[in-house]
């Protein structure tokens, strides 16, 4: 499961927090509740804790580490069972000055199942098991290929990386009679037959212990990429990983990003088709139907305190600060967000026309 572009900034804004926290001493205390526990022996458990605790030789030490214990088991008693993913908390003294007391605390529901229970006392928090959750759960594998070159990359989350690129040596077409015609094309063939296994040993050096790769997806024109799955000896395991073959005219990174075009229907559910659908959408209504579409931030925050806004556009690069009170508005009048990234050059485009921000409206409004 994928996380909603909203649990994701709230997520990262939140990991970013908390491993910025450095303490003086073991003063920054952890607890990760799994899924299913019982959170009434969790909480006895602490309150055992805190009285070993007590032994504590440093004072500073003693009292920082105590006061975040009986705060998260204060903290607990507000639950009546674990939440369903789990409860990560976090407590302890975070003042930066010698012998300073600022005791803070943090409880957080992950939107993802917590698999590891973790008590820890330490001058830093485990946020190990938090950022494992942003990481990206589906990757594509991309190949696009002819006769004179590859170029082998991934499509993670929303950003298209190019791994590696390839050439062939393979001669162009050259007029040639007789035996020279035919000599020539028995090693223009074998050179590209040689190419096509090198192809297919890098992909299966870059793919074959990909735990996270979802499918794979091959262009290339015609009828070089049906030769390189035919004739290429790409391995059954990553040939029954190709789920589109698709007709493109170029093998540089400009071919892959052809290439995830148009395959968006095999990959409707990946997070950058997703993002590139809601795009399309917001533009096409811009140019279709100017008086259902608004952006920049002005406007934008007065058709949400008019209740007019359908879908909201966020680019990733705006201040938290106004991330934050657009996204409290729309919660408001329960209007969709959708976080825009500035990974692609569509959340590029995006960022450059609209200043950062965008609406679908659900009627037209005046803004004089």
Known sequence: MELEQKQKQELQELVQLLGSIRGMHTELVTVLIPAGTNIFQVSNQLSAEASTAENIKSKQTRTAVVTALEMIIRKLKEYKQTPKNGLALYCGNVSEKEGGQDIQIWAYEPPKPLNVRIYRCDKVFVIEPLKEMLEVEEVFGLLVIDRQGATIGVLEGKQIKVIRTLTSGVPGKVRAGGQSSQRYHRVTEGLAKEFFRRVADAMKEIFWDMPKLKGILVGGPIPTKEDFLDE????????????????IGYTDEHGL?????????????????????????????????????????????????????????????????????????AESIGTEVVIIGNENQDGIQFYNLTKGVGAILRFQIDFE
């Open 257 to 329: 990003e052809l290439l995830v075009e148009q395959s968006w229907e095999d990959i409707a559910n990946q997070e950058l088709i997703k993002e590139k659908n809601i795009l399309t959408k917001f533009f096409d209504t811009l140019g279709k139907k100017r008086e259902k579409a608004t952006y920049g931030y002005e406007k934008t925050k007065i058709a949400l305190e008019r209740g007019a806004v359908e879908l909201l556009l966020i680019s990733d690069k705006l201040p938290k600060e106004q991330i934050k009170e657009l996204e409290t508005l």
């Open 232 to 247: 290429g000896e790409l391995v059954t395991k990553l040939k029954e990983k190709v789920i589109a073959v698709k007709d």
